[in-house]
């Protein structure tokens, strides 16, 4: 079982993503030590030393060093980001063939350690890894979970902010489904500082009447290949909700995340892993708030589910 003492997680990939993560974490004192696996060795050991050589300056010391695959025995969390920087205008699905051999020999190394925390993966296409690493490492669904919706909802909610001018984190509501072009804004869930979303702009739409939900909706799905255009990849958004899962899992903090976990008989849907509100504990993904959707929002997910699902066959 998982700790519960808030000591040691490990990353696995210390490629763009997974060194932001790691100084995401660094940086908010979450954990006691911080372990970085990488196939360069030498790139590992660097980024820890970078990573130590600023503790003076951060709130809390947290031990970072390079290791091994037997440093996740006692591990409370291993966090999985190999993978490559996909190319402009690709898909993450697209990344599926190259991925998928990485991932296999990666878990199979952390639960040859006699690793038993939580697994959370990033590696893309995720929804499709974290249901292969669960087959693959046979840990209770509760200790697999990946990213899932959890940043493009973050990323929804900035867009909002920045179409009305306000504070983001005054906004409710989910992205859910695929990480990828199947996602969907669950408008039904949306809300503005406690009001509906489609009650907020008729109400005021002397004010916000060039706001359009579909025009956020589409900027929410393009904003990552956006930024992958631009700069060659993502790295500060996906590492800081890395961080903030890892937080709400080590701290026990009973957070609902829309990561993505195993529907089994949740909105009808069985043996596939998608982005839902979930809460997260101490020994994971627990239970999956099942929410309201209206007719054309369960079709949306049952759209999401087939496409991932087509992509998991074959795998094992």
Same mark, same amino acid.
């Given at each position: #079982?998982?700790? #519960?003492?808030?000591?040691?997680?490990?990353?696995?990939?210390?490629?763009?993503?997974?060194?932001?993560?790691?100084?995401?974490?660094?940086?908010?004192?979450?954990?006691?030590?911080?372990?970085?696996?990488?196939?360069?060795?030498?790139?590992?050991?660097?980024?820890?030393?970078? !990573?130590?050589?600023?503790?003076?300056?951060?709130?809390?010391?947290?031990?970072?060093?390079?290791?091994?695959?037997?440093?996740?025995?006692d591990?409370?969390?291993?966090?999985?980001?190999?993978?490559?920087?996909?190319?402009?205008?690709?898909?993450?699905?697209?990344?599926?063939?190259?991925?998928?051999?990485l991932?296999?020999?990666?878990?199979?190394?952390?639960?040859?350690?006699g690793?038993?925390g939580?697994?959370?993966?990033?590696?893309?296409?995720?929804?499709?890894m974290?249901?292969?690493?669960?087959?693959?490492?046979? *840990?209770?669904?509760?200790?697999?979970?990946?990213?899932?919706?959890?940043?493009?909802?973050?990323?929804?909610?900035?867009?909002?902010?920045?179409?009305?001018?306000?504070?983001?984190?005054?906004?409710?509501?989910?992205? #859910?489904?695929?990480?990828?072009?199947?996602?969907?804004?669950?408008?039904?869930?949306?809300?503005?500082?406690?009001?509906?979303?489609?009650?907020?702009?008729?109400?005021?739409?002397?004010?916000?009447?060039?706001?359009s939900?579909?025009?956020?909706?589409?900027?929410?799905?393009?904003?990552?290949?956006?930024?992958?255009?631009?700069?060659?990849?993502?790295?500060?958004?996906?590492?800081?909700?890395?961080?903030?899962?890892?937080?709400t899992?080590?701290?026990?903090?009973?957070?609902?995340?829309?990561?993505?976990?195993? *529907?089994?008989?949740?909105?009808?849907?069985?043996?596939?892993?998608?982005?839902?509100?979930?809460?997260?504990?101490?020994?994971?993904?627990?239970?999956?708030?099942?929410?309201?959707?209206?007719?054309?929002?369960?079709?949306? *997910?049952?759209?999401?589910?087939? !496409?991932?699902?087509?992509?998991?066959?074959?795998?094992?």
């Amino acid at each position: #079982m998982v700790t #519960m003492n808030r000591n040691k997680v490990v990353i696995v990939g210390t490629g763009q993503v997974g060194a932001t993560a790691a100084f995401a974490i660094v940086t908010h004192g979450l954990c006691n030590e911080l372990v970085l696996i990488d196939h360069l060795a030498a790139k590992a050991t660097g980024e820890s030393h970078d !990573l130590d050589d600023g503790s003076e300056f951060q709130d809390r010391h947290v031990k970072v060093r390079t290791g091994e695959y037997a440093d996740c025995k006692d591990a409370d969390i291993v966090v999985i980001t190999v993978g490559r920087k996909p190319p402009a205008n690709s898909t993450r699905l697209a990344e599926l063939g190259f991925t998928v051999g990485l991932v296999g020999d990666v878990v199979d190394h952390v639960m040859a350690s006699g690793f038993n925390g939580v697994i959370v993966m990033v590696s893309n296409p995720v929804d499709v890894m974290a249901w292969y690493a669960w087959k693959r490492s046979g *840990l209770p669904r509760t200790q697999v979970l990946g990213t899932g919706t959890a940043l493009d909802t973050s990323r929804l909610k900035t867009i909002i902010g920045e179409e009305t001018g306000l504070d983001p984190r005054n906004v409710g509501g989910f992205v #859910m489904g695929e990480h990828g072009d199947s996602q969907f804004t669950a408008w039904s869930t949306v809300s503005l500082g406690g009001k509906p979303f489609a009650c907020f702009l008729a109400d005021n739409q002397d004010r916000f009447a060039s706001v359009s939900t579909a025009e956020i909706e589409e900027k929410t799905r393009m904003r990552g290949n956006e930024i992958v255009a631009a700069k060659g990849g993502t790295n500060f958004g996906i590492a800081s909700t890395v961080a903030g899962i890892v937080q709400t899992i080590l701290w026990d903090e009973r957070r609902i995340v829309p990561v993505s976990t195993l *529907l089994d008989g949740e909105y009808g849907e069985h043996d596939v892993f998608l982005g839902v509100p979930t809460e997260l504990r101490a020994n994971g993904a627990n239970e999956i708030v099942e929410l309201d959707l209206t007719d054309e929002e369960h079709a949306k *997910l049952h759209h999401s589910a087939e !496409l991932v699902r087509s992509y998991c066959e074959g795998l094992l």
